[in-house]
């Protein structure tokens, strides 16, 4: 899988603020037209006695089940602080070492982090959808931004969530008596395809299962590595 290098990342804090404000002009935020097959999930997890830290992404093929068709990984090490809102600019670098390595290029990709519910409207997924021009959701656990009103403890059921009176995604329950997610779009999507994506991808859990899945990959080889 390629992608086209938009700008440098190792950057003072000034400097990636002014990036983040450039691109997020270039999102496009509408419904994809062709036809989703696959769906990845892409997650990293930390080494907690150092600066190492652990990529991976899984590629499902879209059916009545989920198929899973690829996983790659990678070990790399923190080059930038972390700082919330600027995550992509530490996590981006070791995603795109994985997906360089994936051979199936994913219709759609889903992201443990925001798209454009984002102080700046541009969170990881939407950085990271940018530069490998693919469709792209933040499926985040937290919110970083936005108000939004009590969900109903019912699956599918939503409450649009809101950032400076604009509704920058969506607060979504997926499973029942479990927190809800925050979706918001990330690049080549918008929010009632981002919604539909990730339920059509929950599988029993509350965390869609493209990047349930590269959650527990990245946990293991971070496991395994600590051997």
């Not at 983040?20 to 006695?49: F, H």
């Not at 997906?99 to 982090?113: E, H, R, S, V």
């Not at 479990?178 to 539909?196: M, Q, W």
Request: with cysteine.
């Amino acid at each position: 899988m390629k992608f086209t290098r938009l700008h440098p990342w190792r950057l003072d804090y000034e400097k990636a603020i002014q990036v983040q404000e450039t691109l997020r002009d270039r999102l496009i935020l509408k419904k994809p037209t062709g036809k989703i097959c696959t769906v990845a999930g892409a997650d990293v997890s930390y080494d907690k006695q150092s600066d190492r830290f652990f990529a991976g992404v899984v590629v499902f093929k879209l059916g009545r089940h989920l198929e899973r068709v690829e996983e790659r990984t990678a070990v790399g090490k923190a080059r930038f602080p972390y700082i919330p809102g600027l995550l992509s600019f530490r996590e981006a670098p070791i995603l795109l070492k994985v997906f360089t390595k994936l051979k199936i290029t994913p219709d759609i990709i889903l992201f443990d982090g925001q798209g454009i519910a984002h102080p700046r409207h541009f969170g990881l997924a939407s950085h990271l959808g940018l530069i490998l021009d693919r469709p792209s959701i933040g499926c985040a656990k937290t919110r970083l931004v936005g108000e939004y009103d009590c969900v109903k403890n019912i699956i599918g059921v939503y409450s649009k969530l809101f950032y400076k009176n604009e509704v920058v995604g969506a607060v979504l329950r997926t499973k029942i008596n479990t927190k809800p997610i925050f979706v918001s779009p990330g690049h080549k999507t918008d929010l009632s395809f981002a919604i539909r994506i990730a339920l059509k991808t929950c599988c029993g859990y509350r965390i869609p299962e493209p990047v349930r899945q590269a959650h527990l990959l990245v946990n293991r080889v971070r496991k395994e590595l600590a051997k």
